[in-house]
């Protein structure tokens, strides 16, 4: 019950961030607000299990929640978190892969749209960085297409189009009211069905053991 609890609390934390937007809140209690959500997620996580396949989830939440901080002080060094996050949840999707015989193509196809989309969205002068970036965003997108975590794939599918946003905001979207709410949205719905959509299936496998 009280892991529930905390996995409400974390969307309500999460869902709610964009309230504080029109509040004049110091910079240090805005920060910390965008971080709760997923850092809730992070620790409900990590109390869902001990395996290293709960840990690797855990940690990907984590750098999650810390990488929505700091970019609010520098957002190369928050984008450089996020994909080592990446990395980690690649590792995660990997060990906990299914057998499909469409990942030999939908994985490379899916990892050059995205880079695709990301370098005619992005400015001239930030094709290089985020080139690299959105290589980390895809290959993690991907990976979670492959996985037996089906909750998660969504979740990555929105992470990505998030992350695209992004750089459409950096100019073609520059002036778009909407964009800041729809990426932060569906940012946060992706990690929350990251989250639950891992988590349930490890779960769902404790008890297959326990009843075997």
């Given amino acids: ?45 990590s109390a869902q299990g001990r395996s290293i396949n709960h840990r690797l989830l855990a940690t990907v939440l984590a750098l999650g929640a810390i990488a929505d901080m700091v970019l609010e ?36 196809l899916l990892i050059l749209a995205t880079l695709a989309a990301a370098m005619l969205y992005a400015p001239a002068d930030m094709r290089a960085p985020v080139g690299v970036y959105t290589l980390f965003l895809a290959c993690m997108a991907a990976s979670a297409g492959i996985s037996r975590f089906p909750l998660a794939v969504t979740g990555a599918l929105l992470f990505l189009a998030s992350d695209l946003l992004i750089f459409a905001r950096m100019e073609h979207l520059a002036a778009a009211s909407w964009a800041s709410l729809a990426i932060w949205l569906l940012y946060f719905a992706g990690q929350a069905l990251i989250a639950w959509g891992v988590a349930s299936v490890l779960r769902r496998d404790g008890i297959k053991r326990v009843a075997g």
């Fill in 73 to 108: 002080v520098q957002f190369v060094t928050g984008a450089a978190i996020f994909a080592v996050g990446h990395v980690v949840a690649i590792t995660l999707y990997l060990r906990n892969r299914r057998k499909t015989p469409f990942a030999a193509v939908t994985g490379p």
């Fill in 1 to 45: 019950m009280k892991a529930h609890l905390l996995f409400i609390a974390a969307l309500v934390a999460g869902f709610a961030y964009p309230l504080g937007w029109a509040l004049d809140l110091p910079d240090a209690a805005a920060i910390a607000w965008k971080g709760s959500g997923v850092g809730l997620l992070a620790i409900w996580a």
